[in-house]
């Protein structure tokens, strides 16, 4: 199994700062990595295919990068509706998750 | 955009067996492009990948889990469905399922909670 970790667990951001978030794969997966938003009661929503593939309807401010081992989700300026959990997941070998991280606000 | 919808008992009994339906509308299981999957969401281990179908028949599960888990759909009704036998309260979770292509998760059910309970 590919094991996805997420730093940090939780991010404490003020509104209209830039938010990073780091995601890393026990192997090279690539770039088959996505990330997700999930706020409470709801399920999770795709922001990012391919590393850096905006979904349809995604703001420009959310913005991907990275491949093989190593991959960043940036904010660049928080929103009120942007503070949540984000989760990346590999797709390369079946699929697995990150433990997510909690973007707060500061 | 293609709209999923979990239903199932919300308390299994321990050793009993787990039984959910996704009735998916804007879409079609048969759909070859696309995969069924099952993922479910717990506190403590976060997001886990049970499994997909795809090709209305062909399946690949989690391998710690391939020995409780199928999936399986019915074509007709345009559902597919989750059984995980002999259950504990592990797996106790919310449970979802979704539209995935080419191993990205486009869409998702809201969700249904499963207690393992006696």
């Known amino acids: 199994e590919v094991v996805m970790t997420q730093s940090p667990a939780t991010l404490s951001v003020s509104p209209g700062e830039r938010a990073t978030l780091s995601c890393r794969a026990s192997q090279s997966v690539s770039r088959n990595l996505a990330w997700y938003q999930q706020k409470p009661g709801q399920a999770p929503r795709l922001l990012i295919s391919?590393?850096?593939t905006r979904a349809t309807g995604i703001p420009a401010r959310f913005s991907g990068s990275g491949s093989g081992t190593e991959f960043t989700l940036t904010i660049s300026s928080l929103q009120s509706e942007d503070f949540a959990v984000y989760y990346c997941?590999?797709?390369?070998?079946?699929?697995?998750f990150g433990g997510g991280t909690k973007v707060e606000i500061k | 955009q293609v709209h999923l919808q979990e239903s199932g008992p919300g308390l299994v009994r321990p050793s009993e067996t787990l039984s959910l339906t996704c009735t998916v509308s804007?879409?079609?299981?048969?759909?070859?492009?696309?995969?069924w999957t099952w993922i479910r969401q717990t506190p403590g281990k976060g997001l886990e990948w049970i499994g997909y179908l795809y090709y209305s028949e062909t399946t690949h599960y989690k391998p710690s889990l391939k020995s409780r888990v199928t999936i399986s759909s019915d074509t007709s009704t345009n559902e597919f469905s989750l059984m995980v036998t002999s259950v504990t309260a592990a797996d106790t979770a919310m449970y979802y399922c979704a539209r995935t292509a080419f191993g990205v998760i486009r869409e998702w059910g809201q969700g249904t909670m499963v207690t393992v309970s006696s």
């Open positions: 391919g590393a850096s």
């Open positions: 997941q590999q797709y390369n070998y079946w699929l697995s």
């Open positions: 804007g879409g079609s299981v048969s759909r070859g492009s696309d995969q």
